[in-house]
Structures are given as C-alpha cells and as structure tokens.
C-alpha cells in the first residue's frame, strides 16, 4: 500500500499541516509514502513524488474532497498506473450521511433527508419534532449559532450560515432528531478492513456491531455516550478525510502499519 498526502505548499517535501507527523512516522516504518500538489487536482494535474509502481494499491490521506474530487483523484491514480484502496462509491458511502445510515438507523439519531430546500420547512413541521440538528449530508454549522434549530422556520437559517462558511451545500439537507448527549464523552474508531480500531485499545461492542454492518475498506466512527448512559452513533466518515482527534499519531499509524 502507498499512502499519498498533500504537501506543504511552503515546502515541497513536508506533507501539509498535522498530515506531516503521519508522513514522517509511516516513512519511518517503512511504508510507501508520495507527497502531490492538492491545488493542482483543480487542473486535472497529479505529479505525486516519489511516483507511482505500476499496481500501487493508493490510499489517500489529506483535506476534505468533495464526491466529484475523489472521483478526479482516483482517475489520476489509475492514470500514473495506481488503484485507490477506496473507490468512489465506497467513498461516498461513508462521506455522505445517507449512504451508511440505512444500515444502522436504530444506533443513531432519526434523520430526515432532503434534497430540495424548499421542501425543509414542510418536512420539518410534518416531523413533529420540537427541534432541529441541521447539516448537509456532510457538515453542520461551525460558527456560534450552531446547528440546532428551535423551530422549523429557524431551518433556513442555519442553512444559509453553511453555505456562507463551506461555499455550499453538498449532497443535500439532513434533520436529526436532537437528542441529550454528555459533553466531552464523543470518542473516534477507525475501521480498517473491517476490523475496528481504538485510541486506547478497548472497542465498545456498538463499533463491532457497526464494522459488521458498514461494508467499506477504510472509514471513522464517532460514538458519543447519551444522558442516559446509552451509547450512540454520531457519525461515520471516510476515514482517508478524518482527522485522528483524539488519537496518538503513532497509534493511528500502527493501523495502517498493520493493513498495509
């Protein structure tokens, strides 16, 4: 397996950001490591260096990629004569909220999707719920208003802040039902071949229930502990976008290490 990373546009041979302390480690264990130029994915440009082996099985780790990106990426892979570990359909399966919820709807708050924004007020009222998470079917809204809505009429709203901080809206628009969760318990898994991974080695039987349902090569499982103890299901994502948030670096590397 190649990892490949974005580079630090200030300096060619680092990856960009906290990608660089991955880069150095997994070189260091010996895996296959390229850095490419992200800005230049926008031009249909892919010079990762070192290059490609012909038959390189490619995962990818950098910045968030739209459906359309990836899709780009994974055909500049197989161009320099590479495969990516995820294809695009396993990407947006786990990248996009309805594409993992079907299988684990009772682990995870209710959601209602919509694909058309005019059609979110009448959905909303037709919920009967007081109140509302809002997102699209990728991110909720990061500034201080927040995500939840109190009314249906306060949708658009948290709407139209998304669209202002991401540039759009991807996918489409999901309601979640609000439900009471402790603070700071939220924990990240990472599911590797269908084998589920912790930060700190012990994995709750909801994460062994999910990687037996969620069918994809490589994604993160966010598990947050409810007020009443239960244990619930936040999100899944693609785990070659997902940062490692509460995770060691070198114990996140030791992952890849072992499925490489």
Not at 172 to 181: H, K, M, P, Q, S
Not at 209 to 236: M, N, T, W
């Amino acid at each position: 397996m190649r990892v490949i990373f974005p580079y630090n546009p200030l300096n060619e041979k680092e990856a960009d950001g906290a990608f660089n302390d991955e880069y150095l480690q997994l070189k260091q264990k010996g895996i296959a490591c390229s850095l490419f130029d992200y800005d230049a994915l926008q031009f249909n440009e892919f010079r990762p260096k070192p290059g490609l082996n012909e038959g390189d099985l490619v995962l990818y780790r950098g910045w968030m990629l739209n459906p359309k990106a990836y899709e780009k990426l994974s055909n500049l892979v197989g161009k320099r004569g590479g495969k990516m570990l995820t294809s695009t359909a396993n990407f947006l399966k786990s990248h996009h909220l309805p594409g993992w919820y079907k299988q684990v709807h009772e682990f995870t708050p209710e959601t209602i999707f919509i694909n058309h924004e005019k059609d979110v007020v009448s959905a909303a009222e037709q919920s009967g719920w007081c109140k509302f998470f809002v997102k699209d079917f990728v991110k909720s809204n990061y500034s201080e208003r927040g995500s939840i809505a109190n009314s249906p009429q306060e949708i658009n709203e948290i709407i139209g802040l998304i669209r202002k901080h991401r540039g759009d809206i991807e996918g489409g628009i999901a309601l979640r039902r609000v439900e009471t969760f402790i603070e700071e318990s939220e924990v990240r898994y990472f599911v590797f071949n269908g084998k589920p991974y912790s930060p700190t080695g012990g994995v709750p039987p909801l994460v062994g229930e999910i990687a037996a349902r969620h069918k994809a090569p490589f994604y993160s499982v966010d598990i947050v502990q409810r007020a009443d103890g239960e244990l619930r299901l936040i999100e899944i994502g693609d785990g070659q976008v997902s940062d490692i948030k509460n995770w060691q670096v070198t114990v996140f590397c030791q992952v890849l290490v072992e499925n490489s």
